[in-house]
């Protein structure tokens, strides 16, 4: 069983519309949660981050976490073209963060 | 200063050469970690260090050998690889090992490797 599983996509949105990133994680000591947007041939980059049960929001970016239920979410309103890219999740596992395979996110004009 | 640097950028080696990457954050960072990342693949934890010292090894080839001189700094060094070890090695920061602040972690722009 994969530690950290995404949906690998590609999800393809039209422009202006929600993107829905969805994540679920199989430690439950898992305390914090990032998301990284990757572009190709770069490196990640923090985009959020959440600690507590519910919504956390940040701009056009809002994560919600339901620990219960070991799931991470990310949305991501008025899409963009320039959010065209892997989105990671990747939960804090006892001091190390394990990435999901990431999924591919493709914002149409 | 709020960046983590690497280098090379990118770097060829024969299988019998010996390099070494590096990695230097002023951040007053006191976890640094390596990972490997391939085409189309999530990035993979290789080592952690924490206040300088090697906390985890995920089970690496020994052809791989980190070292932190100092709590800035941190290198990968190289010997004997294989082709299948091309990839491109990212190395990233943060304040403490729980990444628990609101800045988790922060990474280099990584050095891509190609082994022949």
Same mark, same amino acid.
């Given at each position: 069983?994969?530690?950290?599983?995404?949906?690998?996509?590609p999800?393809?949105?039209?422009e202006?519309?929600?993107?829905?990133?969805?994540?679920?994680?199989?430690?439950?000591?898992?305390?914090?949660?990032?998301?990284?947007?990757?572009?190709?041939?770069?490196?990640?980059?923090?985009?959020?981050?959440?600690?507590?049960?519910?919504?956390?929001?940040?701009?056009?970016?809002?994560?919600?976490?339901?620990?219960?239920s070991?799931?991470?979410?990310l949305?991501?309103?008025?899409?963009?073209?320039?959010?065209?890219?892997?989105?990671?999740c990747?939960?804090n596992?006892?001091?190390?963060l394990?990435?999901?395979q990431?999924?591919?996110?493709?914002?149409?004009? | 200063?709020t960046?983590?640097? =690497?280098?090379?950028? !990118?770097?060829? @080696?024969?299988?019998?050469?010996? +390099?070494?990457? *590096?990695?230097? =954050?002023?951040?007053? !960072?006191?976890? @640094?970690?390596?990972?490997?990342? +391939?085409?189309? *693949?999530?990035?993979?934890?290789?080592?952690?260090?924490?206040?300088?010292?090697?906390?985890i090894?995920?089970?690496?080839?020994?052809?791989?050998?980190?070292?932190?001189p100092?709590?800035?700094?941190?290198?990968?060094?190289?010997?004997?690889?294989?082709?299948?070890?091309?990839?491109?090695?990212?190395?990233?920061?943060?304040?403490?090992?729980?990444?628990?602040?609101?800045?988790g972690?922060?990474?280099?722009?990584?050095?891509?490797?190609?082994?022949?």
């Amino acid at each position: 069983q994969k530690e950290v599983e995404q949906n690998s996509g590609p999800l393809s949105v039209p422009e202006g519309a929600i993107a829905s990133l969805n994540c679920t994680y199989s430690d439950r000591g898992s305390q914090s949660f990032f998301w990284y947007r990757q572009y190709s041939g770069k490196s990640p980059e923090l985009i959020m981050f959440i600690y507590s049960n519910g919504d956390k929001e940040d701009g056009r970016f809002t994560a919600q976490l339901n620990k219960a239920s070991q799931y991470v979410s990310l949305l991501i309103r008025d899409s963009q073209p320039s959010d065209s890219a892997t989105y990671l999740c990747a939960p804090n596992q006892g001091g190390k963060l394990i990435f999901g395979q990431g999924t591919e996110l493709s914002v149409k004009p | 200063d709020t960046e983590v640097t =690497q280098t090379p950028k !990118h770097l060829v @080696m024969g299988m019998t050469n010996k +390099k070494s990457l *590096k990695c230097e =954050q002023h951040m007053g !960072h006191r976890a @640094m970690y390596w990972y490997k990342q +391939k085409a189309k *693949k999530p990035p993979e934890l290789m080592f952690v260090y924490s206040y300088e010292k090697l906390s985890i090894n995920e089970s690496v080839p020994s052809r791989f050998s980190p070292e932190c001189p100092n709590s800035s700094l941190l290198n990968l060094h190289l010997h004997a690889l294989q082709p299948e070890d091309s990839a491109l090695y990212l190395c990233a920061s943060s304040q403490d090992r729980r990444g628990t602040s609101n800045y988790g972690y922060t990474f280099g722009s990584g050095t891509r490797l190609t082994v022949v």
